[in-house]
């Protein structure tokens, strides 16, 4: 109990000090992720590096699903404190804070990341909301538990072995897994997110929509009911970015999406993210990748 303690005491330490760490995976330093980045690992892969301690942490640009398959802990998210005895399983969305405390030689997980960019197609063919954190104890009908156990233990052999096909299958798996952890319905925990969790989700979805619009900084501000601040420190804490750097990196991915995805022009592919001409997309694009989109697209097989 006393190591509980001292985790949870950490874990509201940096909340309080606004400096609790974004990572790509857990001891990572966070990084730009490719349109449709999938990751499956367990937590005892990384065991050297947190024996059995994850401290509070977010992840910036990806969500994750873990499923815990043996053993028993502590599992933090925001200020909510879940004790889980396996099979236990979590969702928690990009800018979440979250950590956990377990026993290393008794307790381990399957844990799949996924980009945002590859979440937000799956999130219109899954029940769950994919806005919101989620985490389901041993309860409810133990065959829900066996189907999920097996659609995760898929995924993380489809990872491993990566053969042909394997991003369209983890892609239908992630999905069936998500439906499965919206099905445990009343086992479902509340909604744990802070108003300004909550704020940055909701400038999320708004730029999803709009950023190919140009709208300006206080018309998002506007549209949220927000104050400039408000909506800066919300973008900051749970993206690590600038509300302006967020719309840059959003008009950037979807950019590269076009690029990877489509043969279609720059003049057309400058057109639909919103900038005004190929000569201007082709200064953006290499201002934050550095190289030109012509450059940068050769480097991929045509998808």
């Known amino acids: 109990m006393d190591r509980i303690a001292k985790s949870l005491g950490l874990f509201l330490v940096l909340l309080m000090a606004n400096s609790v760490p974004s990572f790509f995976v857990y001891g990572e330093p966070d990084r730009p992720l490719e349109p449709g980045f999938m990751h499956v690992e367990t937590v005892m892969a990384r065991k050297n590096v947190h024996l059995g301690r994850v401290d509070a942490h977010s992840h910036a640009r990806m969500a994750q699903i873990t499923f815990w398959t043996k053993g028993h802990g502590t599992y933090f998210i925001e200020e909510q404190r879940l004790d889980f005895l396996a099979p236990a399983v979590s ?3 990009s800018g979440v804070v979250h950590g956990f405390t377990v026993e290393p030689s008794e307790t381990d997980a399957i844990v799949v990341s996924i980009a945002d960019s590859a979440l937000a197609p799956l999130g219109e063919r899954t029940i769950l909301p994919i806005d919101a954190p989620v985490m389901v ?3 409810g009908d133990p065959a829900s538990w066996r189907r999920l156990s097996m659609i995760m233990q898929q995924m993380s052999d489809e990872y491993r072995e990566g053969r042909p096909g394997m991003e369209m ?4 798996l992630a999905t069936v897994a998500l439906t499965e952890i919206a099905r445990f319905g009343s086992e479902r925990t509340g909604d744990f997110r802070p108003a300004q969790t909550v704020l ?3 400038f999320r979805q708004l730029v999803d929509r709009h950023f190919r619009e140009n709208w300006p900084v206080e018309r998002y501000v506007d549209e949220l009911g927000a104050t400039p601040h408000l909506l800066a420190k919300a973008c900051q804490s749970a993206f690590g970015l600038s509300v302006k750097e967020f719309l840059s990196e959003r008009r950037l991915l979807e950019a590269k999406r076009l690029l990877l995805f489509t043969v279609r022009s720059l003049e057309d592919i400058a ?3 919103g900038l005004k001409d190929a000569a201007y997309f082709s200064r953006f694009f290499k201002h934050h990748t550095g190289q030109p989109p012509s450059i940068w697209r050769e480097q991929y097989p045509r998808h």
């Open 169 to 172: 299958a983890l892609t239908a």
């Open 137 to 139: 104890a041993d309860t």
């Open 91 to 93: 969702f928690v969305p």
């Open 271 to 273: 057109y639909e993210v």
């Open 200 to 202: 940055a989700s909701q």
